[in-house]
């Protein structure tokens, strides 16, 4: 099936630093989300972007809606353990607007060193 | 206020064998959709049901089928399993009067299906 480019597919970072990872497409999307997946659970939704150029921010997660509406951008400051886990980004083609039929990416794996 | 629950947790099958697999959305919400996630890799859509009804379905065979009842619950049934059917399925929840607003769509924690 179809899943977006989502890099990079893994990182092993120190506790502390900056994480940042994005994830393209070659479809136009009106709505990109983005999850982390700890394992054996299911996705929690972390942040939701609406309009091309927006930068939304939670905690010390800030996402992106790339202008060309065929990207988006996930950065973490500052990381601490709890961070480990899987980043999915998901969108929502232009075609299926109005509906919940979301393509997601390959994910992130990301491991936080104390 | 529950969230999205999901039946059972976890389900061993052998193949040719047929599996239900259920879920309940987020209060408010009316709108339910399927995922299969495979060992690795990102969710797919499985397909959506919205007022009893499947309104989207993504490249899945028949084999895979689904109900919505009035209080919103959903079912999802797989016939003749595969070995490939192996997967993390997963239930997402979303309201479909702020769909083209609030385009939110939250996970249960998944039913595990094993094949044997």
């Known amino acids: 099936g179809q899943q977006l480019n989502q890099s990079p597919q893994s990182m092993f970072i120190q506790e502390g630093e900056d994480v940042s990872m994005n994830c393209t497409s070659s479809?136009?999307?009106?709505?990109w989300l983005w999850y982390k997946q700890d394992p054996g659970e299911g996705p929690v939704l972390l942040i939701a972007?609406?309009?091309?150029?927006e930068l939304t921010s939670n905690g010390r997660l800030t996402a992106q809606f790339g202008i060309t509406r065929k990207d988006s951008f996930l950065n973490i400051s500052a990381s601490i353990p709890s961070d480990v886990g899987i980043y999915f980004c998901?969108?929502?083609?232009?075609?299926?607007?109005?509906?919940?039929?979301?393509?997601f990416g390959t994910g992130t794996r990301l491991k936080v060193l104390a | 206020d529950a969230g999205v629950t999901q039946s059972p947790t976890h389900l061993i099958k052998t193949r040719g064998q047929q599996v239900t697999l259920r879920c309940s959305p987020k209060?408010?919400?009316?709108?339910v959709s399927w995922y299969q996630q495979a060992l690795g890799q990102g969710p797919q859509f499985i397909f959506q049901?919205?007022?009893?009804?499947?309104?989207q379905r993504g490249n899945f065979p028949d084999r895979f089928s689904g109900h919505q009842f009035p209080n919103y619950s959903s079912e999802l049934n797989v016939n003749a399993l595969l070995l490939g059917d192996s997967a993390l399925y997963l239930c997402a929840s979303s309201s479909k009067l702020l769909a083209l607003r609030f385009n939110e769509q939250f996970f249960g924690p998944g039913t595990r299906l094993t094949v044997l």
């Open positions: 972007l609406y309009k091309a150029g």
């Open positions: 209060s408010g919400h009316d709108t």
């Open positions: 998901a969108g929502n083609p232009l075609r299926s607007s109005g509906t919940y039929k979301y393509i």
């Open positions: 049901y919205y007022e009893e009804e499947e309104r």
């Open positions: 479809s136009i999307f009106n709505t």
